[in-house]
């Protein structure tokens, strides 16, 4: 998930994108535990995971007690999207 609106006005710290960067670069690693789910990354480790991104920021926010903004990247397979279009043909 990107910073919001509020934090425009602001610079990103660079902890965000190294979280962002951190879930991308284990990304094969997330598919396995947190398949179709958001997490929330907070210094390089999964904080919080849900069905919602809101409810993962919001359980990130809780357990660590940090502001926006806070890395939620949502981790699928593609399964569901290729399932669907197999079905159609």
Same mark, same amino acid.
């Given at each position: 998930? !990107?910073?919001? %609106?509020? !934090? %425009?006005?602001?610079? $990103? ?9 951190? /879930? ?5 690693? =997330? ?7 958001? *997490? ?5 480790? $999964? *904080?919080?995971? !849900?069905?919602? !991104?809101?409810? /993962?920021?919001?359980? /990130? ?6 502001? =926006?903004? $806070? /890395? *939620? #990247?949502? #981790?699928?397979?593609?399964?569901? $999207? ?5 079905? =159609?043909?």
């Amino acid at each position: 998930m !990107s910073p919001t %609106a509020e !934090s %425009a006005s602001q610079p $990103i710290p660079r902890r965000y994108w190294q979280d962002q960067r951190w /879930a991308f670069d284990h990304y094969p690693e =997330l598919v396995k535990r947190y398949e179709d789910r958001w *997490v929330a990354v907070v210094d390089r480790r $999964i *904080v919080a995971a !849900s069905k919602s !991104s809101v409810k /993962a920021e919001e359980q /990130a926010r809780a357990k660590t007690g940090r502001q =926006l903004p $806070i /890395a *939620v #990247v949502f #981790v699928e397979t593609g399964r569901r $999207i290729y399932n669907e279009i197999v079905d =159609l043909v």
